[in-house]
C-alpha cells in the first residue's frame, strides 16, 4: 500500500454528497412518489436515510484500500478519507440503531411481525443479522480506539481478508431478510424506484467482491 500525502482529505465532501443523496432517496420514494405521511418524515423516513447513508459510508471505507491494490487511481484525499468515512458510517449506524429501538412495533414494522404480534423467522433473522453487524463494526472502531491498536497479532485478525469477509455477512443477512420478498415485486415499488435495502444490497456486493479480489 502506498503511503498516501497526508494533507489532502475529501472525507468532508464525501460524507456530505452521501448524506444529501441517501436523505433525499428516502424522501423522494417515500413522500413524494409514495404513500408516508409528511409527519413520519423527522423520524420514520429519516432513519431510512440515515442507515443507507451509513452502509455506503462504510462500503466506501472497505473499498477504496482493495480498490487501489487492484490498481485503480485512487487519490491520496479518498485513501486519506477512510478512518473519518468509517468513524461517520459507524456513528450513523448508531443513530440508525437508536432510532429503530424507539419505532420498533408491529404497526410501524408489520413486515418483521407474525399474526400474534411477535417477531417472524424472517423478522428475527433480519434484526440478528443486524444486531451483530452493529457488535462487530463497534468492536472494529474500539479496537483502533484502545490499547487493543498495540496488539499486532489481534489487529492483523481484525483487519484479514477472512475476519472482514466474514463480518461482512451480517450486514447482508440484515437487508437480504428484512427486503428481498419486495425486491421480486417492481410494481409495487414506489414510483418504480427500488427499496433502500436492494439499494444496500448492490453495494454490499459490489464491496465484497472488491474484497474478495483486492484485499491482501
Ligand atoms: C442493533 C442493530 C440494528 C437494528 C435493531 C436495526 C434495525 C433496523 C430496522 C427496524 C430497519 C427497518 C427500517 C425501515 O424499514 O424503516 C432497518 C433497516 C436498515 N438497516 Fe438496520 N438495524 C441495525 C443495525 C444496522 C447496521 C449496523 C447497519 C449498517 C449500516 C444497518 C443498515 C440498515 C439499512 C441499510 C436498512 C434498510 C432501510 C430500508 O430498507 O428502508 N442496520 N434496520
Known amino acids: ?61 472497505f473499498s477504496f484500500g482493495p480498490l487501489y491494490n487492484l490498481g485503480m487511481k485512487i487519490p491520496d484525499s479518498y485513501l486519506n478519507a477512510r478512518k473519518a468515512l468509517g468513524m461517520s458510517g459507524f456513528l450513523l449506524a448508531l443513530i440508525h440503531v437508536l432510532m429503530s429501538f424507539l419505532l420498533f ?12 404480534e411477535t417477531l417472524s423467522l424472517v423478522g428475527g433473522l433480519s434484526m440478528l443479522g443486524g444486531v451483530i453487524a452493529f457488535v462487530v463494526l463497534w468492536g472494529y472502531n474500539l479496537s483502533f480506539q484502545t490499547h487493543l491498536r498495540d496488539d499486532e497479532k489481534f489487529i492483523q485478525f481484525i483487519t ?13 443477512i440484515h437487508v437480504f431478510f428484512m ?38
Not at 502506498?2 to 444529501?20: D, V
Not at 484479514?160 to 447482508?172: C, D, G, Q, V
Open 1 to 61: 500500500m502506498k503511503k498516501a500525502s497526508q494533507s489532502k482529505n475529501a472525507a468532508g465532501g464525501i460524507i456530505l454528497l452521501t448524506a444529501f443523496a441517501s436523505i433525499g432517496y428516502a424522501i423522494l420514494r417515500y413522500h413524494l412518489l409514495g404513500p408516508v405521511p409528511w409527519k413520519d418524515l423527522a423520524f420514520f423516513t429519516l432513519n431510512k436515510g440515515v442507515a443507507l447513508c451509513a452502509f455506503i459510508l462504510l462500503t466506501f471505507n
Open 160 to 172: 484479514s481478508r477472512n475476519f472482514l469477509l466474514t463480518a461482512m455477512l451480517f450486514s447482508l
Open 105 to 116: 412495533k408491529p404497526e410501524v414494522y408489520t413486515q418483521f411481525f407474525g399474526g400474534d
Open 179 to 216: 427486503g428481498y420478498s419486495g425486491w421480486l415485486r417492481p410494481n409495487d415499488w414506489h414510483g418504480g424506484l427500488p427499496p433502500i435495502s436492494l439499494i444496500s444490497f448492490v453495494f454490499f456486493l459490489c464491496m465484497y467482491v472488491i474484497n474478495l479480489f483486492g484485499r491482501k
